[in-house]
């Protein structure tokens, strides 16, 4: 599929932290030229889009299956055997079947991404992902027409995952997007962060992201992806459905029920930092809002 949005990098060329200053003199210019997408307008439009640091990215994170306190999945995830890792891809596809994780990147071309993550939490932080859009991904299986959703999984082992002996979740984790938003260019399946593999913590090996949603949209550690045309059930809305909706798309005219979700909290700025002002669809609106032309969105939260 031909890249809309950001300009193609392949695995040896994503740039590590070291060197993302001068990169970022570079999107400027490449913006201008028009062969960027959000990410890459926003800075050439002078919106600081600076990523957070490597230390903030895999120290902050939500991965309940380790542990709720935002630092245990650093401390516990490395329990997680990510070698070897295969992803079944079924359902509604015409090649069924178990895919090796290195098969699936022998034939994707890896990119590099920036994008905004807002927590539903009500914080934020700017990512460098590695990766590839998920509609590569499922053109290996073959989409068929009656397709109109997608459902994802996270692995689950008890002996490994910590945290799913507590009953935080009704495990495994599970999620699900419509079929346009899964093929939308803007969502990608990301293997790394700063030009790194993307560590246990962060979702290793393969872990989706769709930067216009919530971060619990974003599943981790996928291992199974079904084609369907029923909408499938997710894990935070079976918990909890009037404080979380299947689309959850960022929205800060719509509050949380225990909490307004009009401005959020930027990682790495300290506990007290100054609050910002959260964009309607993290600041991607030109790019998606069209997938949900017509819907009532404090109805269709």
Not at 141 to 157: D, N
Not at 184 to 204: E, F
Not at 219 to 247: C, H, M
Request: charged share 25%.
């Amino acid at each position: 599929m031909a890249n809309r949005w950001k300009n193609t990098l392949t695995e040896r060329d994503v740039t590590p932290e070291a060197a993302f200053l001068n990169r970022r003199q570079l999107m400027a210019g490449v913006a201008g030229l028009g062969l960027m997408g959000a990410a890459g307008r926003a800075q050439a439009e002078g919106e600081d889009l600076e990523p957070n640091s490597w230390e903030d990215i895999t120290s902050y994170n939500n991965y309940y299956e380790f542990g709720t306190d935002k630092g245990d999945p650093k401390r516990y995830a490395d329990a997680l055997t990510i070698d070897p890792w295969s992803v079944r891809i079924d359902g509604m596809v015409d090649r069924p079947g178990d895919y090796a994780f290195e098969d699936i990147m022998a034939q994707m071309t890896v990119e590099e991404r920036i994008y905004r993550l807002r927590c539903v939490e009500a914080w934020s932080m700017v990512v460098p992902w590695n990766g590839f859009e998920l509609a590569d991904m499922l053109a290996l299986a073959g989409v068929q027409s009656g397709a109109k959703f997608v459902a994802f999984e996270t692995v689950l082992r008890e002996d490994e995952m910590r945290g799913v002996s507590r009953p935080v979740l009704d495990w495994p984790y599970i999620e699900g997007l419509r079929l346009d938003e899964a093929m939308h260019p803007l969502t990608i399946m990301a293997t790394g962060i700063y030009g790194r593999d993307i560590p246990n913590q962060n979702g290793a090996p393969l872990r989706l992201v769709v930067p216009w949603k919530y971060g619990f949209k974003s599943i981790k550690s996928v291992v199974r992806i079904t084609l369907t045309d029923t909408q499938p059930p997710t894990s935070w809305n079976k918990a909890a459905p009037r404080e979380y909706g299947f689309y959850s798309n960022v929205n800060p005219n719509v509050d949380h029920p225990r909490w307004s979700q009009a401005t959020e909290r930027r990682i790495g700025g300290g506990l007290f930092s100054a609050r910002i002002e959260t964009k309607m669809f993290n600041g991607y609106e030109e790019e998606v809002a069209s997938l949900y032309k017509g819907m009532d969105l404090t109805k269709n939260f």
